[in-house]
């Protein structure tokens, strides 16, 4: 069965490295890669903060977050998204 | 071509998690995936830092740095690697 990863970003430039980079990384047949940009989808933020993300862009991967580098916080999202 | 990705770490519990997910789930048809221990390898902290590595673990793919959560710092490293 394959694992859910999600990359939860922001659109800046540090998330669509992320994105270009990681999300098309991982291995195809271990994962299903869902992108969620919160620009898009700002209904998304407290899912992503119950899993742990406190700063974009990050993956959630069976449910830990690992955050990538560093585009934003969740705290400054809520106040734009 | 495959491409080459570096995962540097330093032995820590956050590195650890980083390894266990993130090295397994990169596209082995895409990847080459190396992991480099500072603490068996401390001669290799002056590659990372020249790729722009902050802070472990961190992965570099194609040259370019993606710091994966935090687990110490470069600068903590070369004080006790």
């Known amino acids: 069965m394959k694992a859910k990863a999600v990359l939860y970003h922001a659109g800046c430039s540090v998330c ?13 047949a271990k994962f299903d890669v869902e ?15 119950k899993a742990g993300v406190v700063s974009v862009p990050a993956f959630v991967i069976n449910g830990a977050p690992f955050h990538i580098n560093f585009g934003a916080s969740m705290a400054d999202l809520k106040g734009v998204a």
């Open 16 to 28: 669509v490295s992320a994105e270009q980079q990681f999300a098309a990384a991982l291995d195809p």
């Open 35 to 49: 992108v969620v940009n919160f620009a898009d989808a700002p209904d998304r933020i407290a899912e992503a903060e």
